[in-house]
């Protein structure tokens, strides 16, 4: 018996069962200066992304561009973590994430669900409430 191919159906961005299957697991984690800024871009599509603030007066924001994009300083297009642990979970696709230093002594851990979705396939995250 043969196998029947349908056009449209497969790994992809709007594929359904691309984000209803269990993510593969990804984890990573740095420190930051004040001011500083740390890109993180993910080998795959994200499902969702848990960014945890670490450091003894941890203060941290969480974007998906960077501070210097449009208005995203400006416009508060940013989650603030303060506190060693606070945590935040973006039930998000996306294909990077920025982590924004906002005290000497912050650093960031993040765990991110992927899917198989290859990032090329991914949009620009921009407009109303992201840059503008």
Same mark, same amino acid.
């Given at each position: 018996m043969s196998k /029947?191919? $349908?056009? @449209? =159906? @497969?790994v992809g961005l709007r594929n359904v069962g691309s984000y209803q299957i269990s993510g593969h697991p990804y984890v990573t984690g740095s !420190?930051?200066?004040a001011g500083g800024e740390v890109k993180v871009s993910f080998p795959f599509i994200t499902k969702s992304v848990t960014v945890f603030a670490s450091g003894s007066n941890a203060r941290i924001g969480v974007a998906f561009n960077s501070k210097t994009d449009g208005g995203v300083t400006n416009g %508060? =297009? $940013?989650?603030?973590?303060t506190g060693d642990g606070t945590n935040f !979970?973006?039930? /998000? %696709?996306?294909?990077e994430i920025y982590i924004i230093g906002a005290s000497a002594t912050s650093g960031f851990q993040l765990y991110a669900s992927l899917t198989g979705v290859d990032p090329n396939h991914m949009y620009a995250l921009t407009g109303s409430g992201l840059t503008d």
């Open positions: /029947v191919m $349908y056009p @449209g =159906h @497969g !420190t930051l200066s %508060k =297009h $940013y989650i603030n973590l !979970t973006f039930d /998000v %696709k996306c294909r």
